[in-house]
Each structure stands twice: as C-alpha cells, then as structure tokens.
C-alpha cells in the first residue's frame, strides 16, 4: 500500500494514452451491463431467483391448446398442493396495434392469487382488498405502471386477439415482485365476456406446491393422471415455463454470451498493449529502480497493479455510467420501438455490478501479466545500456 | 510530396508484437460486427423472401398472426365466390383454407421449441411454387402424413423421413422433407388440413390464403372483405403479414448498433494509443523528414495513412474470418423467437456484399478516428525540438 502513490502517478503519466485506455474499456464494461441486463430482463424470474415452489401446467402440444377446467379440482386434490389458479394469457391489444404497447395480461383467481399463490409479490393489502372485490378490476407491475402512468380508477381497453371480446378494465394499484412486466385481472371477468371457451376451458394452470421437495411427485402425478385424457398435460416448473421462452429466443442468448467474451478479449489485448507499450519506455526508469534495491517482485507488482487500476478505474466509470446513464436512456429512448415490451425489467442488479467489478479485475491482471513479467526479468546492465 | 508508403508499411512490420495486437483487436470487432448484422440479415430476410404480392391472408379482425384468427367453413365458402380470385387449370379459385396450431416438439440440442403446424390442401400448394419436395414424397389426406422443411429437420430431433413426431395428442408419420426457398415457411411442418382439424379436434380454419390474378385485384379483394359485414374478417397481402413479423427481427437489430458502436469506438481508442506512441517513438524520425522538406501535410497525410492501413488489415482479417464461419462452421439453420406467433423462425446468417463492404469501411472509419488526432500531433511537432529529441 505504501507505493500506492507511485502507482497512481505512474498510471496518470501519460494522460492521452490512460483516458484513451480507460475510455476503451468503460466503453466495453458499458455494453457488457448493458447486454447482461438485457438477459436477466429477458428471463424474467418472478421469485425474482428466490425461487417459488411453483408450477405451471400446459397442453402437451403447446401453449396454443386449451386444458379443460375440469382438471383444476383434480389437481388440487393432490396431497401437497396449496394453491391453483387457472390462468389464460388474454394478449389483448391497448391503445394501437404498435408492439411498443404490448404487455402480459393474465386472468387469475383473485380469491387465492396473491395471498396463496404469487405470495412473494409485494402488494398493499388494502389494493389486494379491491381487487378482490371488484370484479372489472386489474392490477399490474409497478414497472408496467411507471411505463403506461395509470393512475387508480382509470380505465383501460384491451382488445382481444385470438379472443374474439373487448374488455373494460379499471387499475386499483401496483404490485412488486421479480417480473413486473404483467397486469392480473379476474377470471370471472372474461367468463362474463361470453368468449368460445367461457367456463369450459383455460390456458394453463399455475398452482403452488406447499414443500419444494413435493415438486417432482407433483408434477408427474399431475402429468400421469391426464396422460390418456383428451387433454394431456405437461407441467413445468415455473423457472422451466420462463425459460422455455428464453430457450425459443434460442441462440440468443448464447451468442450474447459470445459476444461478450470476444469483445473481453478484444479489450484485454487493448490494455495489454498499453501496458506493454509504456513498460517498453521505462526500462531505463526500471533498471534505476532495480539498482537503488527494489526487488523484481516489486517491479511485477508495480506494472500488475497498474493495469489492474486501470482497468478498474474503467470499470468503476463504466458501471456508473452504464446504470444511471445508458440503461435509464436506453428504457427511456425505445419506450415507443418494438423493444419496450422487453425493456420492463431491464435494471442493473447487484449481481451483475459484481461481475462487472471481478471483470474489470480479470481484465487488468491478464493484460498486465505478460508485460509485468518481462519487465521484472530485465537484467539491470541491459536495462541501462538500452536506449529508448 | 508524399512520404512513401512503403515508409508506413514497413514501420507496421517493424513492431510486429503492436502491430499484430491492434489489428486481432480490429479483426475481432468487425467479426463481431459483422455477425450481428448477419443475423438481422438473416431474419429479415427469411420474413421477406419469396412473400408474395398476390397471395392475400384472410384472417379475424384484430388478429396479429394466424393463430390467434378463427375462420369458419361458412366464412371460408363465401371466400370461394369473392371475384378478382385466379383460378387453377381445372377451373377451381385459388383459395386454401388452413389451419395454424403449435407443437413444442425436441431440438437436436436436447432443449425444446414451438414449431407451427400448417395444415393445408393441394390447393396450398399451387399457391406457393416456392415451396418443393426434395426428399421423400407429398403427405396424403387422411392418413396423418407430415412434410417438413430440410431446414427443421437439420435442427429439431427425429425429423427423419420415416420418423414419427409425437407430442401431447400429435401422432404425425414424416414422409417427406420440403425447401421453402428461404422463406418463413421453412420453419413449419406441413400436414393435411382435415387430418390437423381431426387431431387438435377444431372444425375451423385459421386462415384463408386467396391468390389474386394481380396485386391490384389483391388490393380490390382485401376492400371486398373489408367491406363485407357477415364475415368480420381481414385481408392481408402476404408481404404485409410478413413485414409486421419483422419486429422479431427488433432486438437483434438494436444489439447490432449497440455492439456496432460501442465496440468501434473502443478499438479506435486502442489504435489511436498504439498511433501515439508511435509519433512520440518516431520524433526524431519525424523532425528529420520535416527537416528535408516534407511538408506537414504530408506528415499528417502519411500517419493517417499508416492507421488506415492498420485497421483495414483488421478489416479484411475480420470480413475473412466472418466469411470461413458462415461458410464454413456456421452452416446449419438457427433460429429466434417469433414473437407475434410464438414458434420458433429459422434462418441462415447472411454475409451479403453490402456487409462486406459495410466491415470493410466499418474498419476504415476506426482507421480514421484513431489515426487522425496522433497524425495531427506528429503534423504539428517543431523541426527544430523534435531533431533535439532523444
């Protein structure tokens, strides 16, 4: 710690080369916050990763195929069950046909959803109340109300698509949980709309399961017991149902991941460059040094700890700027493109601040390696008679 | 008079170790770039090649994609007898009424995915010249046949011809595999429109394809409809339909910019270090050619050009590497989230010439940028300080 002060000048000695450096990697710890926060806000976890002892049961053949109501007192029979609610995905159209305005909407069983269900949602007790109560009424993601500005006891539109009714909702409050990204309203509600399937059949079913250890019994009780039926089940966890989505964005994912990587190493052999470059100007000063008694190890360090402030000081800005400046901008500047329905859990997260700190570290200590070696190897008679 | 190139040339080789760093830094950046835009290419192009003009979707008012739209037989009869409609050489109007559902059905990577089910009639066929057996032979109504596109066979599991598909209440028998010529439908299985109707047990359409003789009798038909009170149904031409699809193509095409940029200015920063070191090495290199008459201009000329070449050498590398892994590695199809149908779209990357020229000029611009604030600095240095330079 004592040659702290030496480090930082040295890393400050040539202004143009550190900014220009420094510039390059805040530049890339941007895009890799940026694109990080992309996928975690793709992937929506509801428990917001506390997990949830959830479960979701589809058709077998896919989302596209109604489950008849019948199935829901058989499964809430099963020992280990506490909760379920069958759920239709309305995805109605608001205000216009742009994508911009496209946002979850699911009816649910108000009697049981928030206090059995999607108990680790954050919800007034006294909205709960309401919604509860009345019957043309919706609540949704505090994400999706700062986006849409609803105020309570405003009324909203949604037409129906593959559902051929309109229905008149009216906002009673927010919740907050993991995805913020849908509005609940009640069953019941649409059943009255009188649309093909009402009182005969849902779109999925969402149920709790009281211990997280009953969830394998659960799930393949649930899917043997309607496995010969009309309607076969395939239930999935609810992590599995998310990912499920993530998994058709298929190679999404994977190639962000790439990108990521490539674009480390592209800015790693930057800074190693740098490094190199100003270690390769101060052999003389080296040898100097190495002469008045600091050992190689010292000189290793010095070089090592100054790419590794460099790299941090890049980070540090890159993260800043990249969770109060970009990702704030960016949710802000497509709010009216086809991306804004992805953009509603896009945030920055402890999670991927830390990673950002170990990258911006990795960084610095793979680019300052090679050169911090070299020059703890310089022998001094060499170093001394080298001209620069 | 100009420095010689050569003089930049050979100072590029001179440094081997600077030199090779800056331009793997150049390359990998417009790999990247490169393969981004690929993608967006790629989808987008799957969602507009071969839609026709001519073929007009007749769906339920409101619906964003066939399978959210319900059209019955009535509908569907009444379609038959709407004039401006070709017809096929047995005299018969060119109308295929056909039905949507989705299968999430094994990909080869062990994962799963939706797929779109389309269930169609000869009539369908006629319809779409693009889309041809290559493999195998046509499904038969009433035996619960299946084609699939080359395409999905080389991504999801079991789509061997002689395979059977098998999901939820599906039984499926694959007899052929079809080319779509690039188009959407490549990521479909195809069966008899009856026999789908049986298995998912609903007696309706989804939607009813009308080729027109022409797109100004598509236009007139879509008003037909449009006007038409006891259908409450819309027409579409199959462009249009497709065109609303691209938002699919949406996320990708932000991602492109935001690596585009931020990953361009970042490496410029890297060359423009690498060029600064070089003027404050080359000082005295500098101050004697100022000294035998070059003039500044010519100094700032040659250092520009010296970046250029450094990040054009990137360039190329990097549209060559892009090249080899499409061509070579990435061969097979990929596919993304179709997010009005929520299947899966397949398509291939696309390195169209537009794109290599855009990586090409992408890495000049780096060369540009990082090379013009050092090749000022060296423009400006003083004969007679720089000649003193140690």
Not at chain 1, 196 to 213: C, E, H, M
Not at chain 2, 101 to 130: A, C, H, W, Y
Not at chain 2, 359 to 384: D, E, N, Q, Y
Request: aromatic share 10%.
């Amino acid at each position: 710690m004592k040659f702290f002060n030496l480090v930082w000048r040295n890393v400050f000695r040539k202004k143009t080369r550190t900014v220009l450096t420094t510039g390059s990697i805040v530049l890339v710890l941007v895009l890799i916050v940026v694109l990080t926060c992309l996928l975690q806000a793709m992937e929506q976890d509801p428990s917001g990763n506390r997990g949830s002892n959830r479960l979701v049961v589809q058709h077998a053949t896919g989302l596209a195929n109604f489950l008849p109501l019948s199935q829901r007192q058989r499964i809430e029979q099963i020992p280990g069950v506490v909760a379920v609610s069958p759920q239709i995905w309305f995805g109605g159209v608001y205000r216009d046909d742009k994508p911009e305005n496209f946002f979850g909407q699911l009816s649910c069983d108000p009697e049981i959803f928030f206090t059995k269900l999607f108990d680790d949602a954050t919800i007034d007790p006294a909205i709960e109340k309401e919604f509860r109560a009345t019957q043309n009424s919706f609540v949704a993601g505090q994400s999706l109300v700062n986006k849409f500005h609803w105020k309570k006891g405003e009324h909203i539109m949604l037409r129906g698509t593959y559902i051929p009714v309109t229905l008149d909702l009216v906002f009673v409050g927010a919740y907050r949980s993991g995805d913020e990204s849908n509005a609940f309203f009640h069953n019941e509600y649409l059943n009255q709309a009188k649309w093909f399937g009402a009182n005969r059949v849902t779109g999925i079913y969402y149920l709790k399961v009281a211990d997280a250890a009953d969830l394998p019994r659960v799930t393949s009780t649930i899917d043997k017991m309607f496995e010969n039926s009309d309607a076969p089940t395939k239930t999935l966890t609810e992590k599995q149902f998310q990912a499920s989505f993530m998994e058709m964005m298929g190679n999404i994912k994977g190639l962000i991941r790439w990108i990521s990587l490539i674009i480390l190493f592209a800015v790693t052999l930057i800074v190693a460059n740098t490094v190199a470059m100003s270690a390769r100007e101060r052999v003389t000063e080296i040898s100097v040094m190495r002469t008045l008694g600091f050992r190689p190890g010292h000189i290793l360090g010095f070089i090592l700890s100054e790419a590794v402030l460099m790299s941090l000081l890049g980070g540090l800005l890159g993260v800043v700027l990249a969770k109060y400046l970009f990702v704030p901008g960016m949710v802000k500047g497509m709010a009216t493109t086809p991306m804004a329905p992805f953009l509603i859990n896009f945030k920055v997260t402890g999670s991927v601040l830390l990673a950002a700190f170990l990258i911006s570290v990795g960084v610095g200590v793979l680019a300052g390696f090679v050169p911090a070696i070299r020059s703890s190897r310089i022998r001094i008679v060499d170093g001394l008679r080298q001209v620069v | 008079m100009a420095i010689p190139i050569k003089y930049n040339a050979r100072n590029l080789v001179n440094r081997k170790v600077s030199t090779g760093m800056t331009v793997l830094v150049i390359c990998l950046v417009v790999t990247v770039f490169l393969f981004v835009l690929a993608l967006w290419q790629g989808v987008n192009r799957t969602l507009s090649v071969n839609a026709s003009t001519r073929n007009v979707l007749t769906m339920r008012v409101g619906s964003q994609a066939e399978m959210q739209s319900v059209v019955t037989r009535d509908a569907y009869e009444m379609i038959r007898a709407l004039p401006g409609i070709e017809r096929n050489a047995k005299g018969e109007p060119l109308v295929s009424p056909e039905l949507l559902t989705l299968i999430n059905i094994p990909r080869q990577d062990g994962k799963s995915s939706n797929v779109q089910i389309r269930g169609v009639g000869p009539v369908g066929f006629e319809m779409r010249p693009g889309v041809r057996i290559v493999d195998g032979r046509i499904m038969n109504p009433g035996t619960n046949e299946a084609i699939v596109s080359k395409n999905l066979a080389t991504r999801f599991a079991g789509m061997g011809i002689g395979d059977r598909i098998k999901s939820g209440a599906f039984r499926w028998i694959i007899v052929g595999h079809f080319d779509g010529s690039g188009s959407a439908y490549e990521s479909e299985i195809w069966v008899d429109a009856k026999d789908l109707q049986a298995q998912s047990k609903r007696p309706i359409f989804s939607s009813v394809f009308v080729r027109a003789s022409d797109p100004d009798a598509a236009a007139r038909y879509i008003e037909t409809v449009k006007g038409d009170q006891r259908l409450k149904l819309e027409g579409k031409t199959e462009k249009k339909y497709y065109e609303e699809q691209m938002v699919t193509g949406a996320p990708i095409k932000v991602l492109a910019i935001l690596v585009g940029v931020f990953t361009a200015i970042g490496a410029s920063f890297g060359a423009m270090n690498t060029m600064y070191a070089q003027v404050s090495a080359r000082t005295r290199e500098i101050g004697t050619l100022r000294a035998i008459g070059f003039s500044r201009r010519s100094v700032l000329a040659s250092f520009i050009l010296e970046a250029l070449l450094l990040c054009v050498a990137g360039g190329i590398a990097g549209t060559t590497l892009a090249f080899i892994l499409f061509n070579l590695i990435l061969t097979k199809p990929t596919g993304t989230m179709n997010f009005r149908t929520f299947s899966e779209v397949l398509f291939n990357f696309r390195l169209t010439p537009p794109l290599i020229a855009g990586g090409i000029a992408f890495s000049l611009a780096m060369g540009v940028f990082g090379g013009f604030f050092p090749a000022w600095r060296a423009s400006r240095l003083k004969i007679t300080t720089a000649l003193r330079e140690v």
